[in-house]
């Protein structure tokens, strides 16, 4: 049962669509029915249910690929040291490789014996080896001795994740709306989805939230954990990083997506750093209380009555940036039309990313 489903029936919401089976991505397609953490790529072929055999096959051809094979680091050079973040089937340390500080993903304990993250893993490897832009984070390498033991080393961005970022704002109370840093670190996102999507077939990052954009020292912008095929998500809001947060309503409602799925997934990020709160976080039920049915909220979102909103819009907020009212408002219509119900209406990401660059002169001539 997809996630939407369960979280539909679990609500006993009339009228709900029927239950369907998630469909994983398929190779050569940009245009796929799957869950939300899927992609599109053409080097990613995932089946449901396929026999132990064929699983076996792919993870060989993907060891003797020689895109990996060439990427391929001895794994006694690098030291791990301490944990950073854990995801559903994947953990991130802090590493050493030649000296130099590296980000090191590994599979956690309980998944590395499962063939599925395995491969999901190795595949991730092989499409980050693929991208080759300022503001998608660089991949160092990959090692192994066993399956087991594989990882996948990158880059390491002194400055953590654009969610740690923003909860620091929020409580210290910096002002809600956009200044240059925020406007800068928008259009950083963009330009890496407008890279990413100019592949063809597109490459679609499918997992995109705050804690999947990292940033340098410098607060320097760089989006992360693209393609990988993580397990069925749990069908709530819950958590800091629950992806369904972020997720497109065409997707949580097992729909066919494309790259339009990202833009959307973009809107609720700009979303965050207009108001630094995690996104649904303040809403508030026909009574006045808040509302906690997350359930409910999901349905919500996947039919369009609920969308996120942004400070020029938003009721009840007034720590407002000191930022031209042009801007804000051009803010508002931007990040309005991202998270548009149909697809169709959402711009595409090389849209945005002139939309922003236009913006951030205005903020520019502004100030």
Not at 43 to 49: A, D, E, N, V
Request: hydrophobic fraction near 40%.
């Amino acid at each position: 049962m997809g996630c939407i489903q369960s979280a539909l029936a679990s609500a006993q919401v009339p009228g709900s669509p029927r239950p369907t089976e998630e469909l994983v991505a398929e190779g050569g397609t940009s245009t796929m029915t799957a869950p939300s953490h899927a992609i599109s790529y053409e080097m990613s072929s995932f089946k449901p249910q396929r026999p132990r055999n064929a699983g076996v096959q792919r993870l060989e051809g993907l060891l003797i690929d020689e895109d990996i094979n060439s990427l391929r680091i001895p794994r006694e050079l690098i030291t791990i040291h301490r944990l950073l973040c854990s995801g559903s089937y994947t953990e991130v340390f802090l590493g050493t490789y030649h000296d130099g500080q590296v980000a090191v993903k590994m599979l956690l304990p309980e998944t590395r014996r499962s063939m599925d993250h395995v491969e999901a893993l190795l595949t991730e490897v092989k499409i980050m080896a693929t991208m080759d832009h300022p503001h998608i984070v660089t991949l160092v390498g990959v090692a192994w001795d066993v399956l087991a033991d594989i990882c996948m080393v990158s880059e390491y961005m002194k400055g953590g994740d654009l969610r740690a970022l923003l909860a620091s704002y929020e409580t210290e109370s910096y002002p809600h709306g956009f200044d240059r840093q925020k406007l800068t670190i928008a259009l950083n996102v963009a330009l890496a989805l407008t890279y990413m999507h100019s592949f063809q077939p597109p490459v679609l990052h499918a997992n995109l939230k705050s804690t999947n954009i990292l940033l340098s020292a410098e607060i320097e912008a760089k989006i992360s954990s693209f393609g990988s095929v993580n397990q069925r998500p749990n069908c709530t809001l819950g958590g800091s990083s629950g992806l369904h947060r972020w997720t497109a309503p065409e997707v949580l409602m097992g729909e066919r997506f494309d790259a339009k799925a990202d833009i959307y997934s973009f809107g609720v990020v700009l979303s965050e750093l207009d108001q630094h709160v995690l996104p649904y976080s303040s809403i508030n039920g026909e009574l006045g209380q808040k509302l906690t049915n997350q359930s409910i909220v999901l349905m919500m979102v996947a039919r369009g009555e609920l969308r996120v909103e942004f400070t020029s819009s938003a009721s009840g907020r007034t720590r407002q940036a000191s930022s031209d009212v042009h801007v804000m408002n051009s803010i508002d219509a931007l990040g309005t039309s991202c998270v548009a119900l149909a697809p169709e209406y959402r711009p595409t990401a090389a849209e945005v990313a002139y939309n922003l660059h236009k913006i951030l002169q205005q903020y520019t001539n502004y100030w």
